[in-house]
């Protein structure tokens, strides 16, 4: 009976305690004083954490449990961490980059918006292997192309469904003009395509802005060596762009140098002779 008791009075110990943490001096808990009102929205957490490190929050009346998340505004987010609700405030650059009448507000953004501008500084062909080959074979390829951007003039804020284009081909010159072999007009594949930009993650070399693990098929069978010069890309905005909001999207070379949207790196030593079908 004794060891019965003893263990009722520990649980009734721990309920008083936690009713304490969670209560606060002033009976609403530790918080940033923000709104009386948001959206609440619970996010995972290990549940091996000991109690003592999950403590819920009384945040405005409302009862958050450790990990839980209330939206009081587009610029204001709160979260429960173990007893004590933090609200992080996004703030809105000074200068918005664009013309005062160009400006849109969006209710459910909290900054203002501009019409999407990218300026692209340079296109990079990041496909390193050199190879030979010879007339008639075909070579599939896994390649990756890097985008440096001019971060002064580029929006702050790129994003949208269907967004970027990249062709691929093969030329007879370093410029990528004249015949286009094996031409694709699209390597970008699935998420990448709606590939956001955001310029606060952009810190090239360490945090570029690029794309990965794309195929390309070399199709050495139609012409001549001196068809197969250069593995060519060109970046672009998709025809089918769908930017968030409806903006206006637009993607400039800098300076209208268009030569900074392409990329062509020299291929191996081809060998053989075109074989003409009788």
Request: with cysteine; hydrophobic share 30%.
């Amino acid at each position: 009976m004794a060891i019965f008791c003893r263990r009722n009075f520990l649980f009734l110990a721990m309920v008083v305690s936690l009713f304490a943490l969670t209560s606060g001096q002033d009976g609403s808990g530790d918080y940033e004083d923000y709104s009386e009102s948001g959206s609440v929205s619970q996010q995972s957490e290990s549940a091996s954490l000991p109690i003592d490190d999950r403590n819920p929050c009384s945040f405005r009346g409302q009862f958050l449990t450790h990990g839980q998340s209330v939206v009081i505004d587009p610029c204001t987010e709160c979260v429960c961490k173990n007893g004590t609700t933090t609200c992080n405030i996004e703030s809105c650059p000074s200068e918005q980059g664009c013309l005062p009448d160009e400006i849109v507000i969006i209710p459910e953004e909290c900054c203002p918006q501009c019409p999407y501008k990218m300026i692209v500084d340079q296109t990079e062909n990041l496909y390193g292997e050199t190879f030979d080959f010879a007339i008639g074979e075909t070579k599939r390829i896994r390649f990756g192309a890097n985008i440096a951007l001019d971060k002064k003039q580029t929006s702050r804020l790129v994003r949208g469904e269907s967004m970027w284009k990249l062709g691929a081909w093969i030329s007879p010159n370093e410029d990528g003009s004249g015949r286009r072999t094996s031409y694709k007009k699209q390597v970008i594949t699935g998420k990448d395509k709606a590939k956001e930009y955001f310029k606060g993650d952009y810190n090239p070399p360490t945090s570029p802005w690029d794309f990965k693990k794309m195929k390309f098929t070399m199709d050495f069978t139609n012409g001549e060596c001196a068809d197969f010069k250069f593995f060519c890309i060109e970046f672009g905005p998709d025809e089918a762009a769908q930017p968030k909001y409806d903006l206006d999207f637009t993607v400039l070379a800098k300076n209208d140098e268009e030569e900074r949207l392409r990329d062509c790196i020299p291929l191996g030593q081809c060998s053989g002779e075109r074989v003409n079908p009788h």
